[in-house]
T-cell receptor, first 113, second 113 residues
């Protein structure tokens, strides 16, 4: 069955520190992968996406993610976190032929001043 | 434009009352449309999706229903709300291509008392 796992429910980092949010997927075919960010009380905003080609993708707000097929992972990284990055982050895969997207349960990021 | 409008932004309803949440989208014709629910501290639960007018796929059997009376309008309804229906409801769209990302609306916060 297709699934997305975000093993870290909460992560706390200090402002200026580096960040890595983990995402593992289970998908029968070549996956289409996404990272979204959600600020409290708002909708989700796309950070970046991977369809094919270069396995290191750049997104908005200084984020990047690397697709590793051998590890079934698509981890999100940022070299230096800003206080405004505090939010919830969702990894997603799909859609499959049924037009459905599968989301992870999210990782809530807290940034310490 | 990928603008998605959701109405209302917040709603407080008593148990047993009816519900109607509206989502309207701008942009290309024949978008795929989705309703998600996000309960407190949990990820996104896909409720319904639609690939065209009058075409609704239900993901979770419950007391909610969805309709798509027009190409760019998606409505979530209930005849009798339950306490468990409380949550943050998100409307999303994707274009017809199977690998495009989803765009999300601002959400509706529903509290059932």
């Amino acid at each position: 069955a297709q699934s997305v796992t975000q093993p870290d429910i909460h992560i706390t980092v200090s402002e200026g520190a580096s960040l890595e949010l983990r995402c593992n997927y289970s998908y029968g075919a070549t996956p289409y992968l996404f990272w979204y960010v959600q600020s409290p009380g708002q909708g989700l905003q796309l950070l970046l996406k991977y369809f094919s080609g270069d396995t290191l993708v750049q997104g908005i707000k200084g984020f990047e993610a690397e697709f590793k097929r051998s590890q079934s992972s698509f981890n999100l990284r940022k070299p230096s976190v800003h206080w405004s990055d505090a939010a919830e982050y969702f990894c997603a895969v799909g859609p499959s032929g049924t037009y459905k997207y599968i989301f992870g349960t999210g990782t809530r990021l807290k940034v310490l001043a | 434009s990928q603008t998605i409008h959701q109405w209302p932004a917040t709603l407080v309803q008593p148990v047993g009352s009816p519900l109607s949440l509206e989502c309207t989208v701008e942009g290309t014709s024949n978008p795929n449309l989705y309703w998600y629910r996000q309960a407190a501290g949990r990820g996104l639960q896909l409720l319904f999706y639609s690939v065209g007018i009058g075409q609704i796929s239900s993901e979770v059997p419950q007391n909610l229903s969805a309709s798509r009376p027009q190409d760019r309008q998606f409505i979530l309804s209930s005849k009798k709300l339950l306490l468990s229906d409380s949550g943050f409801y998100l409307c999303a769209r994707s274009d017809g291509s199977s690998y495009n990302e989803q765009f999300f609306g601002p959400g509706t916060r529903l509290t059932v008392l």
